[in-house]
């Protein structure tokens, strides 16, 4: 059971609704209710500790559905980091099980927007290792800084097949019949705002599809 399927059951289980649970957490409108519901977007820290509240459930009950996957394998002098801070090197990442595989490059961008195929096949590997039985899990090589403001030229962008990303998080989503990276929030009205450290766009829950959640950037080692 999900996420979204346990806000539901829960509401049903206690004759609440979506409007009922939004004021208890302190929420402007019950469209953020929806959302999770539907999967669209996962609730962060702060809002899940209300729902626990709200429900009188260990936080653990709802958590265990938004966790991180576990693809990648700390090592000595090793870093990951998300999208909104400064590039720092990825290196000597080792997985010790069997099913394990290096990340496939997808493709090379240059702008904005771009098309991404629907399979491809890698002509270039990173030295970086995941668990194969984790969603599919990629990279994309920046080669512009139009293409992901957040990543240096010659980065490569790692992403995890997702359908839903927390609001605040980097994601690749398509967007009017185009591919592109972009911060997600989701604002009170139902809205959700797309946006780089320099522009921002407002559109609504239909015009996006989440393609896949930002893991890591990664240079390669000098």
């Known amino acids: 059971m999900d996420l979204g399927q346990k806000i539901e059951k829960l509401l049903k289980l206690t004759?609440?609704?979506?409007?009922?649970l939004a004021r208890k957490l302190g929420l402007k409108d019950s469209s953020v209710i929806s959302h999770w519901v539907k999967n669209r977007f996962k609730p962060d820290k702060k809002n899940l500790q209300k729902l626990a509240a709200a429900f009188d459930k260990p936080l653990s009950y709802f958590e265990e559905d938004i966790s991180q996957p576990s693809s990648f394998y700390e090592a000595p002098n090793f870093t990951i980091r998300e999208g909104t801070t400064t590039a720092k090197s990825l290196y000597e990442i080792i997985s010790s099980l069997p099913s394990s595989k290096h990340i496939g490059v997808?493709?090379?961008i240059q702008s904005e927007y771009f098309d991404l195929p629907y399979t491809f096949e890698p002509e270039e590997f990173l030295p970086v290792m995941f668990d194969a039985r984790q969603k599919e899990t990629f990279a994309l090589k920046i080669d512009s800084k139009s293409a992901c403001p957040w990543a240096e030229k010659g980065e490569f962008a790692i992403f995890v097949r997702a359908e839903a990303v927390q609001s605040g998080k980097i994601a690749l989503i398509r967007y009017k019949n185009k591919y592109c990276i972009k911060k997600l929030?989701?604002?009170s009205g139902g809205e959700i705002l797309l946006s780089t450290p320099t522009k921002q766009i407002k559109v609504s829950q239909d015009e996006i599809l989440v393609a896949a959640k930002l893991m890591a950037f990664y240079r390669r080692p000098c």
Do not use: G, R
């Open 15 to 20: 004759s609440m609704t979506k409007v009922e």
């Open 106 to 108: 997808a493709l090379e």
């Open 185 to 187: 929030n989701l604002l």
